[in-house]
Nanobody, 122 residues
Framework: QVQLVEAGGGLVQAGGSLRLSCAAS????????VGWFRQAPGKEREFVGT???????YYADSVKGRFTISRDNAKNTVYLQMNSLKPEDTAVYYC????????????????WGQGTQVTVSS
């Protein structure tokens, strides 16, 4: 079993920045992929971005150029740096992991964190 714990959410003004973290523990697969997703009130969960074990990244168009995903494999931690935040970025942010799928389909991710709230005020 793999446990994922997000941290770093909070309230920030538009134009500001936040960095989320996702710490993995337990029986993590070798070369596991970590994705970030978000769910705004009244909306379906959507893909934000993903990072391979080697550090390759892939982002949704809505966050490209503003958000950056990185990882520290020695610490089993993945980060989501969010800059130039907008009110429409307000959502619960989730990290998720899987053994080898590098993509945007949430159904392909096997393990999920509990989520962390990000609120961007205008």
């Amino acid at each position: 079993q793999v446990q994922l714990v997000e941290a770093g959410g909070g309230l920030v003004q538009a134009g500001g920045s936040l960095r989320l973290s996702c710490a993995a523990s337990g029986r993590t697969p070798s070369n596991y992929v970590v994705g970030w997703f978000r769910q705004a009130p009244g909306k379906e969960r959507e893909f934000v971005g993903t990072v391979s074990y080697s550090g390759s990244t892939y982002y949704a168009d809505s966050v490209k150029g503003r958000f950056t995903i990185s990882r520290d494999n020695a610490k089993n931690t993945v980060y989501l740096q969010m800059n130039s935040l907008k009110p429409e970025d307000t959502a619960v942010y989730y990290c998720a992991a899987n053994a080898n799928y590098f993509g945007a389909s949430e159904g392909r991710y096997d393990y999920w964190g509990q989520g962390t709230q990000v609120t961007v005020s205008s």
